[in-house]
């Protein structure tokens, strides 16, 4: 009985195994594969956390899918359709509207259409002069992230039927092949930290937790690691070549 409390003071305070990995790439799914692999002592459990991430905030919420602004005027009874297609980039509503602006006054339509929030409604404002319209029904519309309904409008005010959808990313996840004990939306996933951009999009972010969560490892030697980071839906996120460099912990418990 002794000899086993003495083994079991032992190994309680014997020193714990503990080590930093730091990963690096432009992309958002990314293998790191170790040369020697990581050998962890058999039959001692160790679990991982998030140190650090850092980044641009550079994930688009303007694409392909969503560029194109449609407008029209009226002259001599003939009407005469625009189309201006908005860069892919990171866009408040704004932005928007001072880039619709800028290709506006180069048609000799300066101040035509404005485009705005109502912080109160949560909604977007449409203003034109008599005679101009917009159309938010053609394909891959801006309209759909303004919160209008694909239609033609024609008055000289509206506002949204729907509140702004400009920020497509509510979550982002970064998960690790080789960990458990985590679940998302009811499923199993091994994401091993979550947060949103505190700051703006073009600005850098420096995403530090206050306090570690740590996450089970599922092997016993680490020959790859996979790191994906994604949005709340699982989708990829687009940091449009920008490079991340998460930092993680490992200890022996």
Same mark, same amino acid.
């Given at each position: ?7 079991? +003071? ?10 930093? +990995?730091?990963? *690096?790439?432009?992309? *958002?799914r ?12 058999? /039959? ?7 140190? /650090? ?5 550079s994930?688009? /919420? ?10 029209? $005027?009226?002259?001599?009874? %003939? ?13 408040d ?9 800028? &290709? ?16 109160? *409604? ?6 034109? &002069? ?19 309904? /694909?239609?033609?409008? $024609? ?7 729907n ?13 690790? %092949?080789?960990i ?10 091994? $994401? ?15 995403? *530090? ?5 740590y996450?089970?490892?599922t ?7 996979? $790191? ?17 460099? +998460? ?7």
């Amino acid at each position: 009985m002794e000899r086993e409390l003495l083994e079991r +003071i032992a190994f309680n305070t014997e020193p714990k195994e503990s080590f930093q +990995i730091v990963v *690096t790439d432009n992309k *958002t799914r990314f293998t790191t594969l170790f040369n020697p692999h990581i050998q962890l002592k058999k /039959n001692r459990p160790y679990e991982m956390a998030l140190v /650090n991430l850092e980044t641009y905030y550079s994930f688009p /919420n303007i694409t392909g899918k969503n560029d194109h602004f449609t407008y029209a $005027t009226n002259t001599d009874s %003939d009407t005469v359709w625009y189309h201006i297609y908005v860069p892919e980039g990171s866009y408040d509503i704004d932005d928007i509207n001072e880039y619709i602006q800028q &290709e506006m006054r180069q048609n000799g339509h300066a101040d035509k259409i404005t485009i705005s929030a109502n912080t109160n *409604t949560l909604k977007a404002e449409l203003i034109m &002069e008599n005679g101009y319209q917009v159309d938010f029904g053609t394909v891959n519309s801006i309209g759909s992230v303004l919160g209008f309904n /694909n239609k033609v409008y $024609t008055d000289d005010y509206q506002e949204s039927e729907n509140p702004v959808n400009i920020l497509s990313i509510n979550s982002i996840l970064v998960n690790i %092949d080789i960990i458990s004990g985590s679940y998302v939306n009811g499923q199993r996933n091994p $994401t091993i930290y979550s947060f949103f951009p505190a700051v703006s999009p073009g600005y850098k972010i420096i995403e *530090t937790p206050a306090n570690l969560v740590y996450l089970p490892i599922t092997l016993g030697v680490i020959y790859s690691m996979q $790191t994906t980071i994604t949005d709340q839906n699982g989708n990829l996120l687009n940091l449009r070549g920008e490079n991340v460099s +998460i930092r993680f912990h490992i200890r022996e418990i």
